[in-house]
């Protein structure tokens, strides 16, 4: 596999450099906030509140410090690739466990390097965020964030996507179309780098109105079920041929009898527990070596 190759690889020429806590294999996931002095807007400082659903799955909201939780592979799985997983929850909370730390941990375990983002919620009730200001800026800044810090984690910070379901979709489509090379005379090193994804996998996501590609467009993986409302399933479809037509790689997965919201559970059954291997295949064949990869 295209990946255990590169994870070797790079494990030799890094081994000696892997000094610290940041690789211990005991060590918990690190939760980063984006902004070290507080986002810029941020409406509030209460806590975040955490509720418990009946599968016992951690649900968050009332989020105004923005972070990424950290999920890095040990060096000799690192294929030096990042992801930021971005989990839905229709902007009024986040579903953290089965579109988030589930997704981090598989992927971290496949060489993978993920951060799962807590951004801010615009349709929670008496949120002053939007979409476009507000969460979409935490994804951006998220990516930045992780592509400054590079070095530090040993990826390559030309290999670093953006995965997101639902609404978190709606925002990884935003991320993969609404980006800048950063400023390269800003006080805060973070804000000199590209919020530009390399890659976007969108997982029956909201889609937003008006995406336009071209094809320096960051490649896509597409996926969602048949049996999702038409706006997810159809619109991924058609989102797909828009993709194709304007020269995007693109790869895209529709299971039958799949329904909204599917993530990754223990619990999922037949072809649809099988998508995140495909997106580890998908990532072998276009990210690894995207020179091998053909539209």
Known sequence: MRIRHLQSRLAA???PLLIGPVFAADAPPQIIPLWTN???GAAGHSPEKVRLTELGEHVVSNVHVPSITAYLPPPDKASGIAVIVIPGGGHVEL????????VAEFLKNHGVA???LKYRLAREKGSTYTIEGDSLPDVQ??????RSESVRWHLDPERIGVLGFSAGGQLAALAATHYDDGAPQAKDPVDRQSSRPNFQALLYPAIPAGL???PDSPP??????DSDQLTPSQGLAELYVAMRRAGVPAEMHIYAGAAHGFGLRTSNKG????WPQRLIDWLEESIVWPEHHVP
């Open 141 to 146: 800044r998220a990516i930045r964030r992780v």
């Open 220 to 225: 896509a993986f597409l996926s969602c079920g």
């Open 13 to 15: 020429a890094l081994l």
């Open 271 to 274: 072809p649809v527990a099988a």
């Open 114 to 116: 993920a951060f799962v």
């Open 38 to 40: 507080g986002a810029p």
């Open 212 to 214: 336009a590609y071209s």
């Open 95 to 102: 579903w953290m466990d089965h579109e988030g730390y589930n």
